[in-house]
């Protein structure tokens, strides 16, 4: 099992930026690709961005793509997701995941996901 905490949530204007951390117990995080999505109250839970487990692959969703970067340190068993140029429509609760699937692809579906952690609130305000 793989137990995730995401962490670094919080209130910030348009334009700025913020780092979510998540971090993994359980299981190192070194044979699972991680992915990072979002869910807005109302909505579905959608796709921010995945990165392999080597860290030599990303993928972002068109939307935050230029501005949110994933990196990960297994050694840490940690995964970040470095978000600059905030706009409000990015107001979210921000859901790190791991995969453990075999896809020929970097996965980006939810139903691709195993594990997932609790959320954590970015509210980005005009």
């Known amino acids: 099992q793989v137990q995730l905490v995401e962490s670094g949530g919080g209130l910030v204007q348009a334009g700025g930026s913020l780092r979510l951390s998540c971090a993994a117990s359980?299981?190192?995080?070194?044979?699972?690709?991680m992915g990072w999505f979002r869910q807005a109250p109302g909505k579905e839970r959608e796709f921010v961005g995945t990165i392999s487990w080597s860290g030599g692959s990303r993928y972002y969703a068109d939307s935050v793509k230029g501005r949110f970067t994933i990196s990960r340190d297994n050694a840490k068993n940690t995964v970040y997701l470095q978000m600059n140029a905030l706009k409000p429509e990015d107001t979210a609760v921000y859901y790190c995941?791991?995969?453990?699937?075999?896809?020929?692809?970097?996965?980006?579906?939810?139903?691709?996901?195993?594990?997932w952690g609790q959320g954590t609130q970015v509210t980005v305000s005009s």
């Open positions: 359980g299981r190192t995080l070194s044979m699972y690709s």
């Open positions: 995941a791991a995969s453990d699937q075999t896809t020929p692809y970097l996965p980006t579906r939810v139903a691709l996901y195993d594990y």
